[in-house]
């Protein structure tokens, strides 16, 4: 049988992104093992940037819930990743899981080709940000294979659900998790790596500030067209990640244990300017 992990990355009971997660996963069929996390349930406390999990056989040693997820995550068949947008970009729970992500970049291979589809959900039209984008990273990061992701609009709770496009097409989602053939049809000016359809310019370069697959706009007749170079290196293959988490920031590890006290000098002067506060303890 199956199994499917559907993560929430909202405190909201019965809110959007968790009708449409069960909506998904239902849609898996009746014959599919479901569990589902709730992301802003769990204690997942922030990297503390300590490196200590660089090499591929040491795991994070905070002691919280990060591990009791991604043995969720190894141990699913397919998995549905949803978060509303908060403030332009995905929901906090979302981005302080992806900063622990320092220790699974190289350790990705358990996670490896098990289909992944994300929901966004967001309440105002004009301001859906960098939500799915950034959401999607979740999974590019965990080497899942993402299939496909959306945003679908609905403010309250439940008011996704007004709009019946919005089911049809998350259930279709979710289908496609139980099809190996599946993948989301290309649109149209959006990255062809990671589906971003935001863009930094470099000279008469488009760049995706995610993968750094680079194009270029190009006039074909009347029309003008975005057209893209990706290369087969690029941050989310298994050599763009090696080229990241092993060879990078191992380098830097080492490169910081070696300039060790020359830092120590650098940070010398400000060490006595003791301005930190704290709020008053709570009884
Ligand atoms: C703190 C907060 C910030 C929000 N920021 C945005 C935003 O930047 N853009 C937007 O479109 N919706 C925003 N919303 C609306 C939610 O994305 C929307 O209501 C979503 O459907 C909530 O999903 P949920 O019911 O699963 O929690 C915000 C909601 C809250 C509570």
Not at 124 to 139: I, V
Not at 211 to 230: D, H, I, L, S, W
Not at 270 to 283: A, F, H, Q, V
């Amino acid at each position: 049988m199956k199994r499917i992990l559907g993560i929430v990355a909202s405190q909201r009971v019965l809110g959007n992104s968790e009708l449409l997660t069960k909506a998904a996963m239902e849609a898996t069929g009746a014959d599919t093992q479901k569990e589902m996390i709730r992301l802003t349930d769990l204690n997942i406390k922030s990297c503390k940037a300590c490196y200590r999990c660089l090499p591929p056989d040491v795991p994070c040693h905070i002691n919280d819930d990060l591990q009791f997820l991604l043995d969720k995550i190894r141990a699913a068949d397919a998995v549905v990743i949803a978060a509303p947008c908060y403030f332009l970009g995905p929901q906090g729970s979302i981005r302080v899981f992806q900063d622990r992500f320092l220790s699974v970049g190289n350790k990705a291979e358990e996670f490896r080709g098990k289909p992944c589809i994300c929901i966004m959900t967001y309440g105002a039209t004009d301001m859906k940000g960098y939500a799915e984008a950034a959401l999607n990273l979740t999974a590019r990061f965990l080497n899942l294979n993402l299939i496909d992701s959306d945003s679908f609009f609905g403010a309250s709770p439940a008011e996704v659900l007004e709009d019946p496009g919005n089911l049809e097409r998350v259930r279709q989602m979710g289908r496609g998790l139980m099809d190996p053939g599946y993948r989301r049809t290309f649109k149209a000016n959006e990255c062809p790596v990671c589906w971003s359809d935001l863009f930094r310019y470099e000279g008469k370069d488009i760049v995706c500030p995610f993968c750094n697959t680079r194009g270029e706009f190009k006039a074909e007749g009347q029309e003008v067209k975005m057209v893209f170079y990706p290369r087969d290196n690029h941050r989310f293959t298994e050599e763009g990640r090696y080229e990241h988490f092993d060879v990078y920031l191992n380098s830097k590890k080492r490169e910081f244990l070696a300039k060790k006290d020359h830092y120590q000098k650098l940070q010398e002067p400000y060490r006595s300017l003791d301005w930190w506060i704290k709020p008053p303890e709570k009884d």
